[in-house]
């Protein structure tokens, strides 16, 4: 029997991409920092003049899928994060936006083999995205060591 299993101390060698969506900055600054926070404790040079990251900032969680399915494609990367929040708002636009977002993560990952890791907040109030952001832990750190470990395992697999 083989078992499979990520590590996240081969991280070193390793090229992400982010893809950041800019409406709702106050929170997804807080997980970027978060995300670069943990990258750069686990070897990975997250500087945005670095050669191990790379940054794309799209207007909103709603543009995120696409991009992040182009540089999946590309073949640079050995993972690439997702950074958003969606807010319920007083309409339904949360719900078709939340939808499609997360369906358009999960089809980038499956149809290009590229872990694509859904770091998209989808919450109820503004404060619900800031806990999650920083005040009482930063999800940004999670989702770089989710796209560390899947990078690792899909290397093995």
Aim: aromatic content about 8%; overall charge negative; glycine content about 10%.
């Amino acid at each position: 029997m083989t078992v499979f299993e990520g590590s996240f101390v081969q991280a070193e060698g390793f090229k992400f991409a982010l893809v950041i969506g800019r409406f709702n900055d106050l929170v997804t600054d807080k997980l970027l920092a978060g995300c670069q926070d943990c990258l750069k404790r686990h070897g990975i040079d997250a500087a945005p003049e670095g050669d191990q990251v790379d940054y794309a900032w799209v207007p909103g969680c709603f543009e995120i899928p696409l991009v992040a399915r182009k540089l999946a494609e590309s073949g640079r990367y050995d993972a690439v994060i997702c950074l958003g929040a969606v807010i319920r708002g007083q309409t339904p636009h949360f719900d078709y936006v939340a939808s499609e977002v997360t369906k358009g993560i999960a089809s980038t990952s499956l149809q290009t083999g590229v872990p694509t890791i859904m770091g998209v907040l989808t919450v109820d109030t503004m404060q619900q995205a800031l806990e999650r952001a920083g005040i009482k832990s930063n999800l940004g750190w999670s989702y770089a060591m989710n796209a560390i470990e899947m990078a690792s395992l899909m290397k093995q697999v």
